[in-house]
């Protein structure tokens, strides 16, 4: 059973940084581009960040946001600094073998394997 598992959500203040990481089971990471993606209460799924299966191309909806991965270990990161409250949501960890090429990597139908989600929480 091919599974992804999101760590590293919690609760940070305002202006703090936060590191959640991404981990695989029957699956082997080096071959899938890799996304992040989040969803507030009421809001709609929205692109965080992506990489390619190499790391060598990646895509970020906010220069906060840094993704990146190392295969050795079978691992990827989203670093996020300077939270704001809006950016309080489920974070999800998805990946796929399409091309990462154009628009398709901002796509949440790109990326047929999620993760369960994890909770970050901005507040003061």
């Known amino acids: 059973q091919r599974q992804l598992v999101e760590s590293g959500g919690g609760w940070v203040q305002p202006g703090e940084s936060l590191r959640l990481s991404c981990a695989a089971s029957?699956?082997?990471?080096?071959?899938?581009?890799i996304g992040w993606f989040r969803q507030a209460p009421g809001k709609e799924r929205e692109f965080v960040a992506s990489i390619s299966w190499n790391g060598g191309s990646t895509h970020s909806a906010d220069d906060r946001f840094i993704i990146s991965r190392d295969n050795a270990k079978s691992t990827l990161w989203l670093q996020m600094n300077s939270l704001k409250p809006e950016d309080t949501a489920v974070y999800y960890c998805t990946a796929t073998t399409v091309p990462y090429i154009g628009a398709v990597v901002r796509r949440a139908d790109t990326y047929p394997y999620w993760g369960q989600g994890t909770q970050v929480t901005v507040s003061s």
């Open positions: 029957g699956l082997t990471l080096t071959y899938y581009a």
